[in-house]
């Protein structure tokens, strides 16, 4: 009899599993669906978001009244193989009722950073990143429409606006073609500089390409995870593939596109980054809005191209744009309506 029972609850336990390794589609609450039509003058961004922390920055956000959320990765910390424990974190976040003030509120976009692909710092070798991708996707409620479902990786772009008032925002995946990273021989640094190394992949290349160059938007985003413009450092961040750091500022002088800024996350900090490329007729941006529920306290580090202070609370970023004098305000902004940083900056028309 105790044989029997045994057996039944091994195969009671199995079946179980079983249903655990499955995943379904997210479910998801009903959400403000991208209207690409819309002029845009409120655009609010974050990363770095735990769904096992408090979130008190949602009702700060939906204060804004943004017309679009970007989230630039990091959205939960999801850092397995197993694409049900995922599924599960994702869905702990659409029940968070803050966030879903939000959604109820304002369209959302975004891409991910490691934490929400499935392995810390991970790159192309990551054995999950098709299903993983799937579910970020779904979890952004991204129509089956758009391209992206219909390639590798989770590179996404959307142009807002009528003519004269345009906005392009270009979100790239620096994680799903993304070489190996190399360790440091410097003490208190993480990773150094992979000579040959790639960050995008050639097919990305490709249409990051053709999305500057063919842009016709007065303003264009470019969102990534990771960090631009920040060279010091020694964590992950875009000088630690030269080859790509370089063409990727070659590409956006060359495209001759309008109003170029860089948006990213991942570092636990905030931080607005300036950059004067040759040829181009106005600085390049880096705005760093990363933390909404933690941060690095404790952060000092030298940033030879940062324009403002270094912001150790809880962040979250927002661009304001002034159509009428062609000028955008870019700040990064906490609790209790706390503005740590802000850059206005005019450009060419």
């Known amino acids: 009899m105790q044989k029997l029972t045994l057996l039944l609850f091994i195969l009671v336990y199995m079946m179980l599993g079983c249903k655990t390794n499955q995943t379904q589609p997210i479910s998801q609450i009903p959400v403000i669906p991208i209207d690409t039509t819309q002029i845009l003058t409120t655009i609010a961004f974050g990363s770095c978001n735990k ?28 850092d397995t193989t197993n694409m049900a424990v995922m599924h599960q974190e994702y869905q702990k976040q659409l029940q968070q009722p803050d966030y879903q003030k939000l959604l109820a509120s304002t369209s959302v976009l975004g891409i991910w950073d490691d934490h929400d692909y499935g392995i ?38 959307y142009t807002f606006g009528p003519e004269g008032q345009r906005v392009k925002i270009i979100l790239l995946d620096t994680r799903y073609f993304r070489d190996t ?7 208190g640094k993480r990773y150094g500089a992979n000579p040959q190394g790639d960050m995008l992949g050639e097919t990305q290349w490709t249409w990051l390409t053709e999305e500057l160059n063919a842009s016709d938007a007065q303003f264009n985003i470019i969102g990534s995870s990771i960090q631009v413009i920040h060279d010091e450092h020694g964590f992950e961040k875009w000088a630690n593939f030269p080859k790509s750091h370089q063409r990727l500022y070659d ?53 030879r191209h940062r324009v403002s202070d270094l912001v150790t ?33 005019a450009y060419p028309k």
Request: hydrophobic share 35%; no cysteine.
């Open 181 to 187: 990273l190399m360790e440091s021989s410097m003490e």
């Open 51 to 78: 769904v096992t922390e408090p979130q008190p920055l949602w009702s700060e956000i939906v204060d804004q009244q943004p017309d679009l959320w970007v989230w630039l990765g990091d959205n939960i910390y999801g």
């Open 313 to 345: 609370s809880l962040n979250y970023g927002l661009i304001q744009i002034d159509w009428e004098n062609r000028q955008v305000t870019y700040q990064i902004k906490g609790e209790n309506g706390a503005t740590y940083a802000s850059e206005t900056v």
């Open 251 to 303: 590409l956006i002088v060359s495209s001759e596109a309008e109003g170029v800024v860089l948006l990213s996350g991942d570092r636990h900090i905030g931080e607005i980054s300036r950059l004067k490329l040759p040829e181009m007729p106005y600085p390049l941006y880096d705005i760093t809005s990363s933390g909404l529920t933690h941060v690095y306290e404790e952060a000092d580090e030298e940033n």
């Open 120 to 157: 810390n710092d991970g790159g192309k070798y990551f054995a999950q990143k098709e299903a993983s991708r799937d579910l970020m996707l779904e979890f952004l409620s991204v129509a089956p429409s758009r391209p992206v479902w219909s390639r590798e990786g989770g590179y996404q772009s």
